[in-house]
């Protein structure tokens, strides 16, 4: 089996063809994309297979950008980090430099990623394995601090947290599996599905509040920026402003790495605590989406450390995968690479190819058709958003009952958007707020409740005390800021 | 201080504490563990407190600042109107799922939003015509995801 075949490369084409159309539509998720795959795949040669599983991986988790570039709505929950930052660049300067700045600063991030992966697969796996309960709870926490002082007005960004985490509390608790506000509805025994919200906060409260800003008159005047030509801004403007900030995007691709090498935490918490840490320092809207888009596929790259070399999944795209390899009788964890390393090596060079090519091909493809799409007027363009959202939201479960939550929750979008709260912030709370209570109360009954308890580990302390002065300093930054300046 | 966003920040801050104090109380109901702590409850019980202290802030702060009647005569009645269709229009959809289906459905309302944003007929019934069209080539046919 070789992934330097002519039937390789055209399947990682097809793959990253079809992860794209997954990635970019609402209600469509990489996982999806590959469960669907999976039942073709077992009857395809191995090295086609995966190299059709790299592609789609690759670029499914980069196209959710599309969407927020294109209507707001993130295709996938890593890319609703930094929406609104990528919307706003598409709209005032051009989708094209947008995704240009996603696209390439994907595939540096994710050729870091790759470069760790190759280089300390079984060492990083180590210090993952010294993370229990105490200290993924530190690091969840540091997301969320770092969330809320990332909002312009703390008490804003509290209430977004909060709001956010409730809604997640909904249905079975993760610790003890207590149903918990369903009401005696067994539809929200599940609890609220994620990609519902997602649509529902920012596709629907996107469609609602330009009806709430619909004034009748004269479109308005045609940004002139939007007729550069797709390859100057895509390649040219976006590029060099990668290279400026090479620093932060190698920063942000470490930082990405080394949480999607933690097992649970996944490419969407490392765009959430990347983005926030360039908001936190004031970033401009284009560093928040380097940061954001290069992190979450660095992480993508960090899901597989720990699967190859231990065996276990980082998240449910790569335990999907590792069932892959099971099923073709490969054995991933240690062994794997004395008794398959030349499987290994090819498998590391498809994922440097994928990076190389395809996610600069797909982005540029993405630019060009969104370029087009823009030109349609905005009346019609969210009408047809409005189509999309309940087609994505009914694909998921074909449950109706989604369908009230989809208007409720986006009239409570369109309240905060218009209220100025962080919409984005409050996704991320249901995102966090599980992980935090999971880790919460699994740590408070293995210890009997003891509280010291999560300050006796030293990695866990260390995390802790990054907690503090995270507080203590932007609590001091924030007052600095707020006294008037000296005459 | 006039300010529009004013009687949503209000808006979003009752709604706020009213999920809070929900969720206080009605965690009181969820069972403790066997030591007798709070168990499901004292997560959701640190929500609402956080919640309630930030939404009182907030409402405190705004009821202080002058302006707040000024701001609700900013408010766009006959846009929140429209708002108010689109959102029938979604609630109803369920019920237009049994004699439309999803296709038919997504249709009608992609007629109906761009009605109220100001589309013209005919440019409205293309674009609906042409959604339909795109789900099925796409999740349909290309895809294949049940629908």
């Known amino acids: 089996m070789s992934f330097f075949s002519l039937e390789s490369f055209i399947a990682m084409i097809l793959g990253a063809l ?43 988790i980069f196209a959710g950008d599309i969407g927020a570039t294109a209507m707001r709505i993130p295709g996938t929950p890593a890319s609703a980090a930094y929406t609104e930052e990528i919307h706003q660049i598409g709209k005032e300067r051009s989708p094209a430099f947008a995704l240009g700045i996603s696209a390439l600063s994907s595939a540096l991030g994710s050729l870091v990623g790759i470069a760790i992966l190759i280089g300390g697969s079984l060492g990083l796996a180590q210090v993952a394995k010294q993370f229990s309960s105490f200290e993924y709870f530190w690091l969840v926490l540091l997301g969320i601090v770092s969330g809320v002082f990332a909002s312009p007005s703390m008490a804003k960004g509290l209430i977004a947290f909060g709001v956010g985490m409730l809604i997640a509390t909904i249905g079975y608790d993760p610790a003890l599996g207590t149903p918990r506000f369903n009401f005696g509805n067994p539809n929200l025994l599940g609890g609220i599905s994620f990609i519902v919200a997602l649509i529902a906060f920012f596709g629907v409260a996107e469609v609602l509040n330009n009806i709430y800003s619909y004034r009748k008159g004269p479109p308005p005047a045609p940004n002139p920026n939007q007729n550069r030509s797709v390859a100057q801004e895509f390649f040219g403007a976006a590029g060099r402003l990668v290279w400026r900030e090479r620093r932060l995007l190698l920063r942000s691709s470490l930082l990405g790495t080394f949480i999607g090498f933690l097992p649970g935490a996944g490419s969407d918490l490392a765009a959430w605590i990347s983005s926030n840490f ?12 380097l940061s ?196 | 201080m006039v300010n529009p966003a004013r009687p949503f920040e209000l808006l979003v801050c009752l709604i706020a504490l009213a999920l809070g104090l929900a969720a206080w109380f009605i965690s009181d109901t969820f069972p403790r563990t066997a030591e007798g702590y709070l168990g499901p409850a004292l997560f959701p019980k ?79 019934l293309l674009t609906a015509l042409f959604m339909v069209a795109f789900v099925y080539v796409v999740f349909v046919q290309l895809l294949k995801v049940p629908l």
């Open chain 1, 278 to 289: 360039t908001r936190l320092r004031r970033g401009s809207k284009e560093q928040v989406t």
């Open chain 1, 292 to 487: 954001g888009a290069s992190s979450n596929n660095a992480a993508v790259a960090g899901t597989w450390i720990p699967a190859l070399s231990l065996g276990i999944p980082g998240d449910t795209l790569t335990a999907i995968v590792l069932g892959m390899f099971l099923t073709m009788g490969i054995t991933p964890g240690p062994d794997l690479f004395a008794k398959n390393l030349g499987f290994v090596v090819q498998l590391y060079m498809a994922f440097i190819l994928a990076s190389l090519l395809m996610m600069p091909l797909v982005g540029y493809l993405g630019a060009a058709l969104i370029s087009t799409l823009l030109r349609i007027p905005l009346r019609l363009l969210l009408g047809a958003v409005m189509g999309l959202c309940l087609v994505g939201t009914y694909a998921i479960n074909r449950n109706p009952f989604d369908l009230y939550l989809l208007v409720v929750l986006g009239l409570l979008g369109l309240l905060m958007q218009r209220g100025g709260f962080p919409v984005g912030q409050l996704i991320l709370g249901m995102v966090l707020g599980p992980l935090l209570e999971q880790y919460l109360m699994m740590s408070l009954i293995k210890t009997q409740w003891d509280l010291t308890a999560f300050f006796s580990r030293p990695v866990a302390v260390g995390l802790a005390v990054c907690n503090l002065l995270l507080i203590v300093g932007m609590l001091w930054l924030r007052r600095q800021r707020a006294r008037p300046s000296n005459p």
């Open chain 1, 18 to 60: 079809y992860g794209v159309l997954f990635g970019s539509l609402p209600g469509l998720t990489a996982t999806l994309a590959i469960s669907l795959f999976i039942p073709i795949a077992i009857f395809l040669d191995p090295a086609v297979a995966f190299s059709a599983i790299i592609g789609i991986t690759a670029t499914a």
């Open chain 2, 46 to 124: 640190l929500l609402a407190v956080g919640l309630a202290a930030a939404s009182l802030g907030l409402i405190y702060r705004n009821l202080r600042l002058p302006g707040l009647a000024a701001s609700f005569g900013l408010l766009a009645w006959g846009n929140l109107l429209r708002i108010g269709g689109v959102l029938l229009a979604l609630l109803l959809t369920p019920w237009a799922l049994d004699k439309l289906g999803l296709l038919g459905s997504a249709g009608l309302l992609v007629l109906l939003s761009c009605l109220l944003l100001g589309a013209r007929w005919l440019e409205a």
